[in-house]
């Protein structure tokens, strides 16, 4: 009987995470269908500049941004030439967060391009925006 029990759990688990990541992709394939020719081409042209082992900083442009009241929640979109994964050689998406005052002093708008720094290794501190 347990193992039934941890059975049905490890299948919720696996739909919850296919749900998931399959809104993500529909989400990523929206924001991007959108992008004007130039937009994809800055995008596709960046330059990566490694800061670190496995740690990067590259122009991102802001898809979509969400109030959450103290902080803005931030979609980026940027261009993969780094990571080989199912996203390699594509334009892909990052989420950051960004303090309202941050969004205010910037005056950051869907639209505008950003540096951004990208660490997937860590858990925290992943990604942010590189203000100049």
Do not use: C
């Amino acid at each position: 009987m347990s193992y039934l029990i941890v059975a049905v759990v490890v299948v919720i688990f696996i739909a919850v995470v296919f749900i998931v990541a399959g809104k993500d992709s529909k989400e990523r394939i929206d924001m991007v269908s959108k992008l004007t020719e130039e937009q994809r081409n800055i995008l596709m042209s960046t330059e990566v500049n490694f800061v670190g082992k496995n740690a990067w900083v590259q122009k991102a442009m802001v898809a979509k941004m969400k109030d959450k009241g103290n902080k803005i929640d931030i979609r980026l979109l940027w261009f993969n030439e780094v990571l080989q994964n199912n996203e390699y050689n594509k334009i892909t998406m990052a989420d950051v967060a960004i303090t309202k005052s941050e969004q205010e002093e910037h005056n950051l708008k869907e639209g505008d391009f950003v540096k951004f720094y990208f660490a997937p290794e860590k858990s925290i501190g992943r990604t942010k925006i590189i203000w100049e």
